[in-house]
């Protein structure tokens, strides 16, 4: 499977994180978080699932744990399984990012 441009896929919508999936399989879940400036993803946990956030357009703050980091293009943060976790866009611009979840969520 192979998936082109990305970014191109992201949903957003007005009044919360927009969701689109990329790929499912048996062990991993990619999809992507489309946030309009000041939109928020709120603290959660995934318990038995490890959450990756990877940053494609925008800035984002994201918590893990204790800790806060603004997010760029290109920076990665990881949510291990059970470990509380949010994202949110401040702004100015859009944000997009790829969650990757191991295993994937069950339906």
Do not use: C, W
Request: aromatic share 6%; glycine share 10%; proline share 8%.
């Amino acid at each position: 499977m192979f998936i082109k441009a990305v970014s191109s896929l992201a949903r957003f919508v007005p009044d919360r994180m927009g969701k689109s999936t990329l790929a499912q399989g048996a062990t991993l879940f990619a999809g992507l978080n489309s946030f309009e400036p000041g939109q928020e993803h709120a603290a959660h946990t995934h318990e038995g699932q490890d959450k990756l956030y990877y940053v494609l357009e925008g800035s984002g703050v994201v918590q893990i744990g204790e800790q806060s980091e603004t997010l760029s293009p290109g920076d990665a943060a990881l949510a291990p399984s059970g470990v509380l976790h949010s994202i949110r866009n401040p702004g100015p611009r859009r944000l997009i990012v790829m969650a990757i979840l191991a295993p994937p969520p069950r339906k």
